[in-house]
């Protein structure tokens, strides 16, 4: 019985040794887990801390790039802009100008901000800075979404004249016979033969919904510009933009004529006439413009006629 009993004391202070370890090993895992997971709640903030400084800097580095390659002063005072109204300063050393197609047609932006600390605050660590880059881009226009289906010559004096392209001047357009009979400055944007007035109507309304490149292009066969459809259409665009193409020259004639176009310009519609069924005038002013496509090919010999692209290179 001695014997006996001497052994169940042995193993219940055995026992009573292994479970406080275990209390202790339990307490420790369990600081080492609350540190694991206040670390990646730290992690986490600071990686949504720099998603949206880069989110930030993305959108004041394309701004910027709207002015650009002309105005390197004023891109940098829209960045600074931008960047206030996003909430952290943006100073002269985090912007600089770059060409890569173009003397200063690129802008840089780069910018740093405190993210907040949580657990880490613990040790010390009140914040950690995060920073962010962006660079955009300037380029022409090369293929154009939305297009209007009106043409207009290169030789107009605001596009081709002496220290032009002119914008803001008033002016107006003709809508008539553009140099060969059954021509009369309309375009099939999609290659169709004698689109209806309607179709024409919803692309000076809407837009042509798909990429249009520059070069050759069929002419819309008649004077449709005078439907009541066209009309509305015009109509509901006074004092808005319209992009334009622009030709150099027609080749052929009457239902095969073709424009060649070679580059695009804003138009903005402040008013339109139109006399009886052959002619008629849009009445308003060049503009420059920031649109939707693709940049134009470098070198490609495209007239720089104010519409331009702006992309995010990095």
């Known amino acids: 019985m001695d014997d006996t009993s001497s052994r169940a004391k042995q193993a219940i202070c055995r026992w009573r040794d292994e479970s406080g370890q ?18 990646v709640i730290d992690v986490g903030s600071w990686y949504r801390a720099q998603r949206n400084l880069q ?32 909430g952290y300063t943006l100073t002269d050393s985090g912007i600089s100008f770059s060409g890569v ?9 780069k910018v740093k901000a405190p993210a907040p600390t949580y657990f880490t605050k613990l040790f010390g660590l009140n914040s950690v800075d995060v920073d962010a880059k962006a ?19 290169i030789k107009h004096p605001l596009l081709s004249g002496s220290n032009c392209p002119c914008f803001n ?13 059954g021509a009369f400055g309309l375009l099939d944007l999609d290659e169709g033969k004698g689109n209806g007035g309607s179709t024409l109507a919803d692309w000076i309304l809407n837009g042509y919904n798909a990429a249009l490149s ?31 193409p622009v030709f ?11 424009y060649n176009i070679v580059a695009w310009v804003g138009f903005h519609l402040d008013s339109y006439k139109i006399n009886g069924g052959n002619s008629g005038t849009l009445t308003g002013y060049f503009t420059t413009i920031t649109w939707q496509g693709m940049p134009a090919i470098a070198n490609s010999g495209e007239p720089n006629l104010g519409a331009r692209i702006i992309t995010l290179t990095n």
């Open 22 to 39: 275990a209390i202790v090993l339990s307490a420790v895992w369990m600081i080492v887990l609350l540190g694991m997971a206040g670390l």
């Open 55 to 86: 989110s930030d800097a993305d959108a004041a580095a394309l701004a910027a790039a709207q002015e650009l390659p002309d105005d390197t002063a004023t891109a940098g005072v829209m960045a600074k802009s931008y960047a206030l109204k996003n």
């Open 101 to 109: 197609t173009a003397p200063n047609d690129s802008i840089t932006i």
């Open 135 to 153: 660079t955009a881009k300037a380029d022409l226009l090369g293929d154009a979404r939305w297009v209007a289906p009106i043409t207009v010559n």
């Open 169 to 181: 001047t008033q002016t107006t357009l003709p809508l008539d016979k553009n140099g060969a009979p």
């Open 214 to 244: 520059l070069g050759d292009h069929s002419s819309n066969t008649g004077a449709k510009f005078n439907g009541t459809g066209i009309d509305q259409a015009l109509d509901a665009r006074i004092g808005t933009v319209l992009l334009f």
């Open 248 to 258: 150099d020259k027609i080749t052929a004639q009457g239902t095969g004529a073709i």
